[in-house]
């Protein structure tokens, strides 16, 4: 199987897919995957090997999610920081995903009422990802450089903060907005700074999470 970093590095958000199911196996490694991370994060994430009439929308079928066979409901119990776990954790199963030879998409743009999920009082679905084999792997995209993201100004950047920026530059964002900067104080300890913007809580999950692979810290 591919490491967590292969696998990173070569992901991109999908949103054609095969006619094709998960098979049998994959389904349930996914699901005990999904039950790792709900106890490690406290959430209640679900995946559903059908997706029903999540994608439903009028976007989705024009930008393409409407063909994922699966999904996974990003759930949890409603508190301020709720966001953010979901996009570490939920980033933790996309990057599972890939090294299963999966594609997937992070999706807010979907039919709330058609997901496959039990929400459970004081929960909330935050979003979902849709989930299956691509027609292709996806594509790069463009992307902010180190110094936009970059606010500190030191002349010794250690190597492992510049892989942990190049892995955070990788991480996928609401609309690519990578609306988030970076920190790496005299201490060597890093911070992330949230600049705002849709859904940039829940990026901000994500990017820590490619941050500290890459740093392998
Ligand atoms: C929180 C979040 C919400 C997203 N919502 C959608 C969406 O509704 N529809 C869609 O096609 N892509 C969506 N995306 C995928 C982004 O457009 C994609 O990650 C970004 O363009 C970067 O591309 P990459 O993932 O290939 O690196 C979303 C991504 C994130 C992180």
Not at 39 to 62: C, I, P, S, V, Y
Not at 101 to 114: D, E, S
Not at 120 to 142: C, D, H, P
Request: charged share 30%; with cysteine; glycine share 10%.
């Amino acid at each position: 199987m591919k490491t967590l970093k292969e696998a990173l590095l070569e992901r991109h958000s999908v949103r054609q897919y095969q006619d094709k199911k998960i098979e049998s196996e994959k389904c349930e490694l996914l699901r005990q995957k999904v039950e790792e991370l709900n106890k490690e994060g406290n959430l209640h994430m679900q995946f559903a090997e059908d997706a029903g009439d999540t994608f439903n929308r009028l976007l989705n079928k024009f930008m393409g999610l409407g063909s994922a066979p699966g999904v996974i409901a990003c759930i949890g119990e409603d508190s301020d920081d709720l966001e953010e776990r979901v996009g570490y954790y939920g980033q933790k199963l996309v990057l599972y995903a890939q090294q299963l030879g999966l594609n997937t998409c992070w999706a807010g743009t979907y039919q709330p009422k058609n997901v496959p999920a039990e929400i459970g009082k004081g929960e909330k679905l935050v979003l979902v990802i849709a989930i299956g084999y691509g027609v292709n792997g996806g594509r790069e995209r463009k992307s902010k450089t180190f110094e936009d993201v970059v606010v500190t100004k030191r002349t010794d950047y250690p190597d492992w903060f510049k892989e942990g920026v190049k892995c955070a530059l990788l991480a996928p964002t609401a609309m690519n907005q990578q609306k988030f900067e970076i920190r790496l104080n005299d201490d060597d300890t890093v911070e992330f700074i949230d600049k705002g913007g849709i859904h940039s809580k829940t990026d901000l999950g994500i990017v820590k999470l490619n941050f500290e692979i890459g740093a392998e810290k």
